[in-house]
């Protein structure tokens, strides 16, 4: 009798705790509806869900080449989706999803006890699809100890409210449009195309399997990182379709056997393909956005699912940006080979010490009030970091002044491809926009020789012949200071007259110097606002070298007179913007070119002598070296103390300009041999050019030819390359007297 006394005294003590535990667990619900935790959604507003949408940026072909976004979300209807899709997502995540109101009662009490009882964040399975909906349209917030109970509260109130609002079929259409996926995705299609590089509707079996296994841990099963892991999470989830018939054994047993092959896609503003093209697009569309407030309800480059549509060609610009690593990985090479010991970005030069006292970390710690030397230890300190180098990652373990010397001697360059009417189809402004955010295809360097073209161009148009002869021999103007202009190489020219064809293969400095004197300074500044060159260009003789600062736009635009009926295009990459629906927001039109620049005949005869530079002068290693067979033209270009290397190709349909050298002005090649324009930057276009052969899509390109100049044109410019002084010139000239004379070009 007294067991059974104290026993129902347990048992009631049991029911009188288990009522409290059920009366504050009701009160402290009751808490979270009434909203003591932050208000649910109404009725009305989980009515109008509105999910973010990326909006995506398509190439000239209407392939998909990048995103802006908050979160990385594309949303598309259910009947978009497989259904091999539906089945997975529904075998894992929630078997029971078409029988419960929102919850799934013993799932739920296994929850309960997991999660919220024994704080395990790692539990899962209790919640239902559209709880998992309610948790993915609604951001937990963060509340210490309750963070976990307040969420799952407000995630069964708000599932109910979802299962009373909405079908089954349109809940499982909202949770595959906004569940969070690998890759920093949200969304089956933003994940399908970032993962496999397709829309979701072509997804196989295994692939949707795959993507579905990713939704228990987004970065531990992560196909592209840990393949492994990935497959055998896919597996499961293929186990579980079978489980629940939606598999025979024999489908389970093929798709289990298939191999994972990801296309993985990056998108991300700091990766991905054509980054510093697509921060130049940003830029311009915000600014389009808040020009046009009346088109869209609330216009956001980030969420309101714009389609833009560019004139870059996605695997032109694949081409040009693998291009670019081949070739400066090795020219990096040879750049730091030839200084050795003797780098100027080493840690004991001025110019590191400098660069460090503008570092993030100098900065704090300067702040804080810490002396020189206490400084520079803590920089010395090394520690595990990574490092990139033209597109690779490697492990290291660094200080940060190490990792500031890494950096700090990094080549740079700046790669544009315009097409004859200013269509721009690739833009490559640097080696890596994470770490190098400034984009070459805009900053002002000065360009070297290829400045000569357009000086040669209003040579030509003010009268002089391609066929005109001019000596080589050395100059010192005495109203400039006895400046002195000088050709490169050793070669004894005290004698020797060039054509104006062969001094433009060439790059013959002297003979140019002479060409701006006789044509006037003001008739070349003329032509080259013509060519919509709209930086200041300097009014001194040594324009005529390329003294001039411009950008790669800038004389990509130029040069595209050349095979544009004389006019100077200019550069654009706007084609149209839709909205999410696909409705047309508005149209860009090429820009209207100028006016002709020059006549016919000059652009005839300025082709012939730049495809001549391609043949026979600075340019040929097109053709000896790189074996290219294409038409084409271009000039090479060297600024002086080797700190600037150009190239500007030219086919019969499309301009490149290429701008290699360092980001910082005091450092540059050590020689000529490494840093000339034919070394440094012609390489690139070379290996655009050769990638571009052995892709028939690009034939209407590579296999262009130019137009057949006219009779008179080609008799313009039938003449031997050079002359020589006649007998009695030589005889009374002293070879070893410099010849001084007064500059008289600026007023012609």
Not at 304 to 323: C, F, N, P, R, V
Not at 448 to 472: H, N, R, V, W
């Amino acid at each position: 009798m007294k067991v059974n006394k104290k026993f129902k005294q347990i048992l009631k003590k049991i029911a009188i705790a288990l009522g409290i535990a059920f009366g504050l667990a009701c009160f402290f619900m009751g808490t979270v509806y009434f909203g003591l935790w932050g208000a649910l959604p109404s009725n009305k507003e989980l009515k109008e869900l509105s999910q973010y949408r990326a909006s995506d940026i398509y190439d000239i072909n209407n392939e998909l080449i990048g995103k802006f976004y908050i979160e990385n979300r594309q949303p598309i209807p259910l009947d978009s989706i497989p259904q091999h899709v539906l089945d997975a997502v529904i075998a894992t995540e929630d078997a029971r999803f078409y029988e419960h109101n929102g919850i799934d009662t013993s799932s739920l009490f296994r929850v309960v006890i997991k999660s919220i009882l024994l704080q395990d964040k790692s539990a899962g399975g209790g919640s239902t699809l559209t709880q998992q909906l309610a948790k993915n349209l609604f951001k937990r917030k963060e509340l210490s100890i309750f963070t976990l109970p307040v969420a799952k509260c407000k995630e069964i109130f708000i599932a109910k409210r979802i299962e009373s609002i909405y079908e089954k079929d349109r809940i499982l259409e909202l949770y595959l449009n906004s569940a969070p996926f690998s890759g920093n995705t949200n969304g089956i299609e933003s994940a399908s195309r970032k993962i496999f590089n397709k829309p979701a509707q072509k997804l196989t079996t295994s692939e949707g399997a795959t993507l579905i296994g990713t939704l228990k841990a987004t970065t531990y099963y992560n196909p592209y990182r840990y393949p492994e892991r990935s497959t055998k999470r896919r597996n499961v989830v293929l186990q579980q379709m079978y489980k629940y018939n939606y598999l025979t054994e024999a489908a389970l047993i093929k798709f289990q056997q298939d191999s994972l092959v990801t296309d993985f896609a990056r998108f991300d503003e700091q990766n991905g393909l054509a980054p510093y093209f697509r921060e130049k697009l940003r830029q311009r569309m915000l600014i389009w956005c808040k020009e046009n407030t009346n088109l869209l309800k609330q216009p956001n480059l980030y969420t309101s699912g714009l389609k833009i549509y560019t004139t870059l060609d996605k695997k032109m610009q694949e081409y040009a940006e693998a291009a670019t690593r081949e070739h400066l990985q090795k020219l990096q090479g040879q750049f730091e080979g030839e200084y050795g010991s003797k780098k100027p970005w080493g840690q004991k030069t001025d110019l590191f010490k400098n660069k460090l006292k503008t570092t993030n970390a100098y900065i704090k710690l300067k702040e804080k009030g810490y002396t020189e030397a206490v400084i520079l230890d803590s920089l010395r300190i090394k520690r595990k970091m990574n490092v990139s180098s033209f597109g690779k990652q490697r492990k290291v373990r660094f200080s940060t002044m190490d990792s500031l010397e890494f950096y700090l001697k990094s080549l740079n360059t700046g790669t544009l491809a315009v097409a004859a009417d200013g269509a721009i189809k690739t833009w490559v402004g640097g080696v890596d926009f994470e770490n190098f955010k400034y984009d070459h295809i805009q900053s002002r360097r000065q360009v070297g020789s290829t400045f000569k073209p357009i000086l040669y161009a209003a040579a030509l148009e003010s009268g002089m012949q391609p066929c005109d002869y001019i000596s080589a021999r050395e100059v010192a103007y005495e109203n400039l200071d006895n400046w002195t202009p000088s050709n490169s190489g050793n070669k004894d020219e005290k004698y020797i007259n060039y054509s104006i064809k062969e001094a433009l293969t060439q790059s013959i400095n002297t003979v140019s110097v002479k060409i701006i004197e006789t044509t006037g300074i003001p008739k070349v500044i003329a032509l080259s606002k013509k060519l919509n060159i709209t930086s200041k260009l300097p009014e001194v003789p040594s324009l005529a070298l390329g003294t001039a600062e411009l950008s790669v736009l800038e004389m990509a635009g130029a040069y595209t007179a050349f095979i544009n009926e004389s006019k100077a295009s200019i550069p654009y990459y706007l084609v149209k913007i839709e909205n999410a629906q696909g409705k047309v927001l508005e149209k860009f039109d090429p820009p209207t070119p100028s006016k002709e620049a020059f006549s016919k005949t000059t652009r005839q005869q300025m082709l012939v002598m730049m495809q001549n530079v391609v043949n026979n002068g600075t340019a040929k290693r097109l053709r000896a070296n790189y074996l290219l067979k294409n038409q084409l033209a271009g000039k090479t270009g060297t600024t002086q103390s080797n700190k600037d290397a150009w190239f500007v190709g030219v086919t019969p349909t499309l301009v490149t300009v290429t701008w290699v050298g360092h980001d910082d002005h005091r450092i540059g090649f050590k020689s000529t041999r490494v840093g000339q324009g034919a070394n440094a930057a012609l390489p690139i276009t070379a290996k655009l050019l050769q990638k571009m052969n052995s892709d028939k899509r690009f034939d209407t390109i590579t296999k262009a030819r130019f137009p057949i100049p006219s009779k008179e044109v080609l008799a313009s410019l039938d003449c031997p390359p050079t002359k020589r002084d006649g007998f009695l010139k030589r005889l009374f000239t002293n070879p070893d007297k410099k010849k001084t004379k007064n500059f008289n070009g600026k007023k012609n």
